[in-house]
């Protein structure tokens, strides 16, 4: 059912990918499937013209819910939309992403969907991303799980460690945190497990980048050494 909705809203046959999600035949997962399909279906119709207001107003009107965020329990729709939505604008997108979709990015259980969205930004736009962090983490309800699950993302997606790598790590006010973020890298492997990912002056600049006490630095520099 949700790859015929996907055909249907790709096509846009809008009102016939409507009937299917209002019917009242589907429920549970099958409707938070569908109705992800839909999203996915618009998107992939709209060629990058997108009405981000519409769609989200299209959303709450097919679900009858007042916010995107209880569309389903495993943010599926939502998430495709704040991660397309983000490319664009990136602060629009968050802003609408933790209050209307119910992600509170002071929560610790939300802090991997948030930086999921984050990471849906390549790496050559990273610091679109730290410059959205910097803002945010002045602000009260901030949780710092956000920076160490986007720094994941950066793991899995870049080939190299730039200034904004640098940039994140040096907003951990806390030394484990920090030797936690850094860690990530510096034992990293290449693709296959052969060789480390970073070179030894990425890795080595991040560390000192780190502000590290000597025995910490010490040890990061060691598990580098180790890492090869």
Do not use: C
């Amino acid at each position: 059912m949700a790859e015929i909705v996907t055909r249907k809203a790709t096509a846009l046959d809008l009102e016939a990918a409507r009937r299917i999600l209002t019917d009242g035949v589907l429920s549970g997962m099958a409707r938070a499937g569908a109705f992800k399909a839909f999203v996915k279906g618009y998107l992939d119709r709209s060629n990058g013209e997108v009405n981000w207001e519409g769609l989200v107003s299209e959303m709450k009107e097919l679900t009858g819910a007042s916010t995107v965020g209880l569309v389903d329990a495993y943010g599926g729709a939502s998430q495709i939309i704040a991660s397309n939505w983000a490319r664009e604008d990136l602060g629009a997108a968050m802003d609408w992403y933790a209050e209307e979709s119910l992600r509170d990015l002071g929560n610790s259980r939300h802090s991997a969907q948030v930086a999921s969205v984050l990471g849906a930004l390549p790496p050559s736009e990273a610091h679109r991303v730290v410059d959205w962090i910097a803002a945010q983490r002045v602000l009260e309800g901030w949780n710092d799980a956000v920076i160490q699950d986007y720094s994941k993302h950066l793991l899995y997606h870049s080939d190299f460690i730039g200034a904004d790598v640098a940039r994140l790590v040096r907003f951990l006010p806390n030394e484990e945190a920090r030797a936690d973020f850094v860690n990530r890298f510096v034992v990293a492997k290449k693709p296959g497990g052969k060789g480390r990912k970073y070179t030894k002056q990425e890795l080595t600049g991040l560390i000192e980048a780190g502000g590290f006490s000597d025995s910490e630095r010490s040890d990061l520099l060691g598990k580098m050494e180790l890492s090869k």
